[in-house]
């Protein structure tokens, strides 16, 4: 392992001599003056040039571009998105610093996401700028209607109120554009893969006043495992109204559903990373129940406005969206191994979860400068989320099943009412968010914000009611320097919480859990060329975390603690027009620092590396006979995890390769009768390796295998 480490590691280095030695040729290649204008005026929800952006509006309101951010910021581009042919947003995560996707290939519900060892599933996931999710009920987002997908690395309190210590990752999605769109593709892969996709957007009026952007997906899929799909429908239209250059409304829309697998795989650890005396579990194994009813239904409506006053010193921006979100899930998921290593012993679960949410994000912002050496910008917002969520479980016995000859028998049957909730919130919150400039060079920043997290839960079995109130205040303060040769050493403090919901054994009400993190790093963004280099260290705790009750097992106190640090180290660069890369290495030291729990101390949080490391290059050839042909090629490394608190059972560690090949029939001839077609050929875990994504003490949860995909396109 440590070879392998040091392998990718030196490749990492190789790549930034590349950059250099390329440097001087990509000076001489570059687009002409108005595309390059067009690079340093990108919108920070605009579109991003081959892989590298310079804006984010995830990591700050005051525009501040990524290289004076004082966090860690990555942006997914739809370039990228294009050329990995990524297909959900835990996917298009896989070749980013310190974000571990951790999905099961069976299991496609959500978008599950670790990011600096703390789960950001819930508390994380962001679409423009505000979160759709309840207490249970999660989100899915379709990247082919995704512009972009941004990771803000550490916590983010201070600008979107409750949140995970590790992060937060934004889907911005496709807006409206004045230039015609016109995009079909037509797509077929690995288990019957057959999908469909679209993209129009384009000018209503003669004066490019009102536009529209009609973008959808319709997909019929197996997956590796029998009895589990993979559909999709979607569907997302958005209209602009942009009366002048200072005003901009649009409104946004979208519809899904989406046909899964179960929630809970069960693939007992003995007969995959421990031994069985029956043998190794095969490959793909699938030990849940057939026929099983697993569908999630997401609505959205909302808009965003922009104006900028005649002064151009004060604008205001609002944003607002209401979700419905509904699954419905069955499963006959595996509990225990019996004694004789082979019988699953099962129990049947049927759960129902309707979430609405209503959230809404409004701010002004004022551009000032004192003299010529001071110039400063301030954000003064508020924020309101509402949330209803109906939630009812179903659980009962089922027959149990041969994990090396499974019968998977009849279909589901209804188990008896075992939970039955409604939960409602109110989060608000009023924030500011400052970035002052001192002599062009020191950068100071400094957000805070004050939340207040209403919680009421109806227990619709026993009638019972609880409430639970919390609120606290949250802030960053950054300090960047900036130097004429694009090196921007920074250091930056941040704060952030998330309510705990529920009562200990005695009835006394959960405290938030906090987090605190202080990093410090470097970026490097070159002059002549377009890349971005970044090196980050950090040191993250999480507080209050519950942890076993040394006088009672059967109630949880939150005296525990996880401390997480380490480095990142990341290089994206447009090397030149046709040649584009991305390299990354994340050493993440994960420890258990307070515990009830004996022997727990200062052990690794399980099912989390240490190491992780990735590089994707694209190449395409612009000149000669084949003139259009190109070529990807990713490698993913995942350092091992363990499966158990005390980290006696060790999951092991895993080196991934993805290969692309890709041809625009345009290139040699722009003006032949093929003009706008583009061919694509995608294979992921190309080696078609075996490797267990997560595992429990008792469980596994299988990785994706090998997967090939044809995508043909055709844009005019």
Known sequence: MI???????????????????????????????????????????????????????????????????????SVIGREELTDRNVQTTTQALQYTPGVFASTSAVSQRFDYFNIRGFDATLNGALLDGLRSTTAQSYVRYQPYGMERIEVLRGPAGFTYGIGSPGGVVNAISKQPTKKNI??????????????????????????????????????????????????????????????DTNTSLTILSSFSRDEFGPPRPFLPIYGTVLPNPHGKIPRN??????????????????????????????????????????????????????????????????FKITGRVFSTDNYGKKEWELGDLVKGTTVLGASWRNLGEDYSLLAGKTNSIDIYRPTYGAGFSTP????????????????TAN????????????????????????????NGKTDQNDNKFTYLTGLTYATDVGVAPYVSYATTFAPMLGTDFYGNVFKPTEGKQIETGVKYQPTNLEALFTFAWFHIDQTNVKTTDPNNIQNSVQTGQVTSQGIEVSAVANITRDLKILANYT??????????????????????????????????????????????????????????????IKVPDFTLFDMAV????????????????????????????????TCSAMSCNEGFGRTVAANLTYRW
Do not use: C
Not at 454 to 459: A, E, F, I, K
């Open 285 to 350: 194994r699938y030990l849940d129940g057939t026929h099983l009813d697993n569908h999630m239904t997401q609505m959205g409506l909302g808009y965003i406005f922009d104006h900028r006053f005649d002064d151009d010193s004060w604008s205001v921006h609002s944003a607002s969206r209401y979700t419905y979100n509904d699954l419905s899930t069955e499963t006959l998921t595996g509990m225990s191994l019996a004694k004789d290593m082979r019988t699953l012993n099962r129990a049947a679960y049927k």
């Open 662 to 693: 890709h041809y625009k029939f345009n290139k040699r001839n722009p003006n032949n009768a093929l003009n706008g077609l583009r061919l694509d050929v995608n294979l992921n875990n190309m080696f078609n390796k075996r490797y267990f994504s």
């Open 182 to 243: 016109k995009e079909v593709e037509v797509n077929g892969g690995s288990y019957g893969r057959i999908q469909g996709q679209a993209d129009f957007s384009g000018a209503i009026d003669k004066d490019k006043t009102l536009l529209y952007r009609l973008v959808g997906v319709i997909r019929k899929s197996g997956t590796q495992f029998r009895h589990v799909p993979d559909n999709t429908g979607y569907i997302a239209p958005s209209f602009s109204w942009k009366p």
């Open 435 to 462: 970035t002052v400039t001192f002599a062009k060079r020191v950068i100071l920043n400094f957000d805070a914000r004050q939340d207040w997290a209403m919680v009421g839960t109806h227990n619709k079995i026993s």
């Open 3 to 73: 070879l392998k480490q040091k392998k990718i590691i030196s490749l990492i280095s190789a790549i930034n001599v590349i950059a250099f030695i390329d440097s001087q040729s990509f000076a001489q290649e570059k687009e002409p003056d108005s595309e390059v204008i067009m690079v340093r005026g990108e919108r920070a929800n605009g579109p991003v040039k081959g892989y590298v952006a310079k804006q984010s509006s995830t990591a700050s309101k005051t525009g501040s571009p990524i290289l004076t951010t004082p966090q860690s910021v």
């Open 416 to 431: 008896n009412l075992f939970t039955k909730t409604y939960q409602k919130a109110n989060e608000v919150g009023i924030y």
């Open 587 to 648: 050493y993440n030291d994960l420890s258990t620092t307070k515990t009830t729990v004996p022997g727990a101390f200062h052990k690794i949080p399980t099912g989390l590396p240490e190491h992780m490391a990735s590089f994707w290059g694209d190449y395409t050839v612009s000149k000669g006979k084949i003139a259009g042909l190109g070529l990807g090629f990713g490698v993913r490394y995942v350092g091992k995890t363990y499966a158990d608190t005390l980290n006696t």
